[in-house]
């Protein structure tokens, strides 16, 4: 039978914004030694725009961006509508179909418009060699300021690079600084490329971070810091995080996250208000007390 403690304990954090789906995980949360964040949507907010934009020489941006706009549009990655979105206001754009459009993920996409078979996603993706070489290296350097490059590759190679811009949230660096004073230790997840986490990471201030990681990937880096840690925690929005919220001691979702984050996790963030995290920690440890 559940204590009268802990039902406190759980009606004090609905109050305040957390939802805690049963006692033991309130119990699980005083214990916390670890921490895992998705990057995108949980970090940040998960609303990329695009701030620059590439194109091998000769090629013509409405033309490119047409086909890319078209492939995009049937994908639902949060890049994905960030370049939608920047595609239409180019001039000369033209509305395109797109056939045999395949979303693969953690990667990018592929499709043909016009008869052109493309591919759309991370250098890995496109091919590595012909990215890092792609007009003197300019992904690396964008890179280097916290974005994340898309590149679009036709049957002729690369056509060009889309650079988008993701913001850190202000609460997320609130959030992580509280966690660190605490003794907890914290780690970014995320599929990006190593210099944009990186960049990210330094921006957010949490203490290490995996680049590339696929979403079974993000499972196995959380039985890893398992392995390292007795209590770990993971925070992610989307459908991608739900393993790793199950293979976590307490899986915790972003209130706004997609429905199987939520239905997944132990833990839910109303209104993804990540500072809301150390004070059910501290509530948990008062009730624990009590307990
Ligand atoms: P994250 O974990 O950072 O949210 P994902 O695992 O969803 O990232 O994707 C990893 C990388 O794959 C992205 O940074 C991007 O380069 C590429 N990618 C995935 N889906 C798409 C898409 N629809 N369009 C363009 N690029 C994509
Ligand atoms: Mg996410």
């Known amino acids: 039978s559940i204590m009268p403690a802990t039902l406190s304990a759980i009606s004090n954090g609905a109050r305040n914004g957390v939802l805690f789906k049963g006692g ?7 214990h916390l030694q670890a921490i895992a964040f998705d990057k995108t949507g949980t970090l940040t907010k998960g609303k990329p725009e695009v ?5 091998r020489e000769e090629a013509d941006e409405a033309a490119v961006l047409s086909a890319v706009h078209a492939i995009e549009r049937e994908s639902n990655h949060p890049l994905a509508q960030a370049i939608v979105q920047h595609s239409v206001g180019v001039s000369g754009f033209e509305k395109l179909a797109a056939d045999n459009v395949q979303d693969i993920a953690g990667n990018g996409v592929t499709a043909e418009v016009l008869g052109m078979k493309w591919k759309i996603g991370k250098a890995g993706f496109v091919g590595e060699e012909d990215a890092a070489a792609f007009n003197d290296g300019i992904a690396e350097r964008l890179a280097e300021q916290g ?3 898309v590149f679009a ?23 992580i600084q509280v966690l660190k004073s605490n003794g907890i230790y914290t780690v970014m997840l995320t599929g990006d490329n190593e210099t944009t986490a990186k960049a990210i990471a330094e921006e957010a201030g949490i203490d290490n971070y995996v680049a590339e990681c696929l979403p079974e990937e993000k ?21 991608n995080d739900a393993p790793a919220l199950a293979t976590a001691n307490v899986g915790i979702a972003m209130g706004e ?9 132990d833990v839910v963030l109303m209104k993804n208000d990540l500072p809301k995290i150390a004070n059910a920690i501290k509530l948990s440890q008062r009730m624990n007390k009590i307990v």
């Not at 995980?25 to 005083?30: C, G, K, R, T």
């Not at 701030?51 to 194109?55: A, G, P």
């Open 51 to 55: 701030t620059d934009v590439h194109l």
């Open 219 to 239: 499972v196995e880096q959380m039985k890893k810091l398992k392995a390292s840690f007795d209590n770990v925690g993971m925070v992610g929005d989307g459908i």
């Open 257 to 265: 996250g997609t429905d199987v984050a939520l239905e997944t996790a």
């Open 153 to 175: 590759a036709d049957e002729h190679g690369i056509a060009g690079l889309i650079a988008l811009k993701d913001t850190v949230r202000e609460e997320a660096k609130q959030a």
């Open 147 to 149: 974005k994340t490059v």
């Open 24 to 30: 033991v995980h309130l119990e699980n949360l005083s």
